[in-house]
Protein backbone atom coordinates (compact mmCIF):
# COMPACT_ATOMS: atom_id res chain seq x y z
CA UNK A 1 0.00 0.00 0.00
CA UNK A 2 0.88 3.38 -0.21
CA UNK A 3 2.17 3.86 -3.76
CA UNK A 4 2.83 7.38 -5.13
CA UNK A 5 3.65 7.29 -8.75
CA UNK A 6 5.53 10.20 -11.28
CA UNK A 7 5.12 10.84 -14.62
CA UNK A 8 7.51 11.19 -16.54
CA UNK A 9 10.16 9.67 -14.56
CA UNK A 10 13.01 11.51 -17.36
CA UNK A 11 12.19 14.78 -19.71
CA UNK A 12 14.79 16.56 -21.75
CA UNK A 13 13.04 19.87 -23.06
CA UNK A 14 14.65 23.53 -24.72
CA UNK A 15 15.37 26.11 -22.94
CA UNK A 16 11.70 28.21 -22.68
CA UNK A 17 8.98 25.52 -23.11
CA UNK A 18 6.73 24.07 -20.05
CA UNK A 19 7.12 20.66 -18.21
CA UNK A 20 4.32 19.31 -16.86
CA UNK A 21 5.13 16.64 -14.28
CA UNK A 22 2.12 14.26 -12.51
CA UNK A 23 2.39 13.02 -9.39
CA UNK A 24 -0.25 10.19 -8.22
CA UNK A 25 -1.63 8.15 -5.10
CA UNK A 26 -2.29 4.77 -6.12
CA UNK A 27 -3.97 3.33 -3.57
CA UNK A 28 -5.02 6.57 -1.18
CA UNK A 29 -6.45 9.77 -1.04
CA UNK A 30 -4.50 12.27 -0.55
CA UNK A 31 -5.54 15.57 0.67
CA UNK A 32 -1.90 17.14 1.04
CA UNK A 33 0.64 16.34 -1.44
CA UNK A 34 4.19 18.11 -1.15
CA UNK A 35 6.83 19.00 -4.16
CA UNK A 36 10.45 18.98 -3.46
CA UNK A 37 13.41 19.76 -5.29
CA UNK A 38 16.76 18.11 -5.05
CA UNK A 39 20.13 19.02 -6.49
CA UNK A 40 23.04 16.29 -6.85
CA UNK A 41 24.99 15.05 -3.47
CA UNK A 42 22.17 16.89 -1.55
CA UNK A 43 19.30 16.82 0.56
CA UNK A 44 15.37 17.30 -0.67
CA UNK A 45 14.20 20.95 -0.25
CA UNK A 46 10.33 21.53 -0.11
CA UNK A 47 9.29 23.91 -2.92
CA UNK A 48 5.64 24.16 -1.93
CA UNK A 49 2.57 22.02 -0.31
CA UNK A 50 -1.02 21.13 -2.26
CA UNK A 51 -4.04 21.09 -0.72
CA UNK A 52 -6.85 19.31 -2.76
CA UNK A 53 -9.00 21.91 -4.35
CA UNK A 54 -7.23 25.23 -2.80
CA UNK A 55 -4.11 27.18 -3.98
CA UNK A 56 -0.61 25.69 -3.44
CA UNK A 57 1.56 27.28 -0.52
CA UNK A 58 4.74 28.19 -1.67
CA UNK A 59 8.29 28.21 0.50
CA UNK A 60 10.06 31.06 0.24
CA UNK A 61 12.07 31.82 -2.33
CA UNK A 62 9.65 29.69 -4.93
CA UNK A 63 8.40 31.50 -7.63
CA UNK A 64 4.95 30.15 -7.79
CA UNK A 65 4.39 31.86 -11.57
CA UNK A 66 7.38 29.66 -12.29
CA UNK A 67 6.47 26.43 -10.65
CA UNK A 68 2.52 26.01 -11.19
CA UNK A 69 0.95 23.62 -9.06
CA UNK A 70 -3.09 22.50 -9.25
CA UNK A 71 -4.36 19.44 -7.14
CA UNK A 72 -7.22 18.81 -9.08
CA UNK A 73 -8.29 15.67 -7.48
CA UNK A 74 -7.35 13.53 -4.31
CA UNK A 75 -4.99 11.45 -5.92
CA UNK A 76 -3.64 13.95 -8.88
CA UNK A 77 -1.40 16.83 -8.21
CA UNK A 78 0.67 18.52 -11.05
CA UNK A 79 3.85 20.76 -11.17
CA UNK A 80 4.13 22.71 -14.18
CA UNK A 81 7.78 24.03 -14.66
CA UNK A 82 7.11 27.20 -17.25
CA UNK A 83 9.69 29.07 -19.62
CA UNK A 84 12.15 26.31 -18.42
CA UNK A 85 15.88 27.30 -18.35
CA UNK A 86 18.71 25.39 -17.44
CA UNK A 87 18.90 26.04 -13.75
CA UNK A 88 15.58 24.65 -13.47
CA UNK A 89 17.28 21.33 -14.59
CA UNK A 90 17.07 19.27 -11.65
CA UNK A 91 15.67 16.13 -9.64
CA UNK A 92 11.91 16.84 -8.92
CA UNK A 93 9.90 14.54 -6.17
CA UNK A 94 6.34 14.30 -4.81
CA UNK A 95 5.36 13.16 -1.48
CA UNK A 96 1.88 12.38 -0.15
CA UNK A 97 0.48 12.22 3.09
CA UNK A 98 -2.10 9.55 4.01
CA UNK A 99 -3.09 11.18 6.91
CA UNK A 100 -3.20 14.19 8.40
CA UNK A 101 -2.64 13.28 12.14
CA UNK A 102 0.55 10.42 11.49
CA UNK A 103 2.50 12.68 9.48
CA UNK A 104 3.83 10.13 6.72
CA UNK A 105 4.56 11.04 3.59
CA UNK A 106 4.67 8.75 0.84
CA UNK A 107 7.34 9.67 -1.97
CA UNK A 108 7.09 9.36 -5.50
CA UNK A 109 10.01 7.73 -7.78
CA UNK A 110 11.20 11.34 -8.89
CA UNK A 111 11.23 13.40 -12.26
CA UNK A 112 14.73 13.89 -13.83
CA UNK A 113 14.74 17.31 -15.75
CA UNK A 114 17.48 18.39 -18.30
CA UNK A 115 16.83 21.62 -19.70
CA UNK A 116 18.87 22.16 -22.92
CA UNK B 1 11.12 25.97 14.03
CA UNK B 2 12.41 22.78 13.58
CA UNK B 3 16.05 21.50 12.35
CA UNK B 4 17.64 18.07 11.61
CA UNK B 5 21.25 17.54 11.82
CA UNK B 6 23.06 14.58 10.29
CA UNK B 7 26.84 14.25 11.87
CA UNK B 8 27.71 11.63 9.44
CA UNK B 9 27.97 12.98 5.65
CA UNK B 10 29.42 9.31 4.28
CA UNK B 11 29.38 6.24 6.56
CA UNK B 12 31.94 3.29 4.53
CA UNK B 13 31.73 0.23 6.49
CA UNK B 14 32.62 -3.04 5.31
CA UNK B 15 29.92 -6.17 5.01
CA UNK B 16 28.45 -7.34 7.52
CA UNK B 17 30.27 -5.06 9.80
CA UNK B 18 27.49 -3.06 12.44
CA UNK B 19 26.72 0.16 11.06
CA UNK B 20 24.99 3.32 12.99
CA UNK B 21 23.80 6.78 11.35
CA UNK B 22 23.10 9.39 13.50
CA UNK B 23 20.55 11.80 14.00
CA UNK B 24 19.82 15.08 15.91
CA UNK B 25 17.06 17.17 15.94
CA UNK B 26 16.02 20.79 17.53
CA UNK B 27 12.24 21.93 18.05
CA UNK B 28 10.48 23.34 20.40
CA UNK B 29 7.47 21.11 20.08
CA UNK B 30 6.90 17.29 19.91
CA UNK B 31 7.92 16.10 16.71
CA UNK B 32 7.55 12.83 14.85
CA UNK B 33 10.47 11.20 13.55
CA UNK B 34 11.58 9.48 10.34
CA UNK B 35 14.26 7.33 8.31
CA UNK B 36 14.16 7.21 4.79
CA UNK B 37 16.25 5.39 2.40
CA UNK B 38 17.41 7.01 -1.09
CA UNK B 39 18.77 4.14 -3.94
CA UNK B 40 20.50 6.09 -6.93
CA UNK B 41 18.00 8.26 -9.31
CA UNK B 42 15.25 7.08 -7.20
CA UNK B 43 12.50 8.80 -4.92
CA UNK B 44 12.80 8.04 -1.17
CA UNK B 45 11.33 5.03 0.76
CA UNK B 46 10.08 5.05 4.37
CA UNK B 47 12.31 3.03 6.07
CA UNK B 48 10.96 3.52 9.61
CA UNK B 49 9.21 6.12 11.66
CA UNK B 50 8.29 6.80 15.49
CA UNK B 51 4.55 8.71 16.23
CA UNK B 52 4.26 7.36 19.57
CA UNK B 53 4.37 4.50 22.07
CA UNK B 54 7.81 2.39 22.58
CA UNK B 55 10.59 4.55 21.90
CA UNK B 56 12.82 1.97 19.60
CA UNK B 57 11.15 1.43 15.93
CA UNK B 58 12.11 -1.69 13.82
CA UNK B 59 11.72 -2.18 9.94
CA UNK B 60 11.61 -5.13 8.01
CA UNK B 61 15.11 -5.15 6.62
CA UNK B 62 17.05 -5.24 9.53
CA UNK B 63 17.78 -1.33 10.73
CA UNK B 64 16.29 -0.10 14.09
CA UNK B 65 16.03 3.27 15.63
CA UNK B 66 15.69 4.48 18.99
CA UNK B 67 13.90 7.74 20.11
CA UNK B 68 15.88 9.78 22.79
CA UNK B 69 13.79 13.10 23.67
CA UNK B 70 16.47 13.66 26.59
CA UNK B 71 19.24 13.62 23.78
CA UNK B 72 17.27 14.70 21.10
CA UNK B 73 18.42 12.17 18.50
CA UNK B 74 17.14 9.29 16.53
CA UNK B 75 20.03 7.36 15.43
CA UNK B 76 19.33 4.15 12.83
CA UNK B 77 21.60 0.85 13.70
CA UNK B 78 21.70 -2.27 11.88
CA UNK B 79 23.64 -5.01 13.40
CA UNK B 80 24.88 -6.57 10.25
CA UNK B 81 24.93 -4.32 7.01
CA UNK B 82 24.61 -6.34 3.32
CA UNK B 83 26.21 -4.61 0.21
CA UNK B 84 22.48 -3.54 -0.59
CA UNK B 85 22.11 -1.64 2.01
CA UNK B 86 24.17 0.90 0.22
CA UNK B 87 22.39 4.08 -0.40
CA UNK B 88 21.58 7.73 0.83
CA UNK B 89 19.95 8.00 4.34
CA UNK B 90 18.07 10.42 5.38
CA UNK B 91 16.34 11.39 8.75
CA UNK B 92 13.47 13.74 9.22
CA UNK B 93 11.36 15.31 11.54
CA UNK B 94 7.53 16.72 11.57
CA UNK B 95 5.95 19.04 13.73
CA UNK B 96 3.09 16.56 15.85
CA UNK B 97 1.17 20.23 16.65
CA UNK B 98 0.54 20.92 13.40
CA UNK B 99 -1.40 17.98 12.92
CA UNK B 100 1.86 16.64 11.29
CA UNK B 101 3.24 19.12 8.68
CA UNK B 102 6.39 19.71 6.56
CA UNK B 103 9.16 17.32 6.69
CA UNK B 104 12.23 18.88 7.55
CA UNK B 105 15.33 16.73 6.14
CA UNK B 106 18.32 15.71 7.54
CA UNK B 107 21.43 16.79 5.18
CA UNK B 108 21.41 12.96 4.31
CA UNK B 109 24.55 10.41 5.10
CA UNK B 110 25.86 8.09 2.25
CA UNK B 111 26.20 4.10 3.64
CA UNK B 112 28.73 2.47 1.62
CA UNK B 113 29.10 -0.71 2.05
CA UNK B 114 32.02 -2.86 1.05
CA UNK B 115 32.90 -6.14 0.50
Known amino acids: GAVVSQHPSRVICKSGTSVKIECRSL??????MFWYRQFPKQSLMLMATSNEGSKATYEQGVEKDKFLINHASLTLSTLTVTSAHPEDSSFYIC????????????FGPGTRLTVL | AQSVTQLDSQVPVFEEAPVELRCNYS??????LFWYVQYPNQGLQLLLKYLSGSTLVESINGFEAEFNKSQTSFHLRKPSVHISDTAEYFCAVSDRGNQGGKLIFGQGTELSVKP
Open chain 1, 27 to 32: DFQATT
Open chain 2, 27 to 32: SSVSVY
Open chain 1, 95 to 106: SARDQPTTGTQY
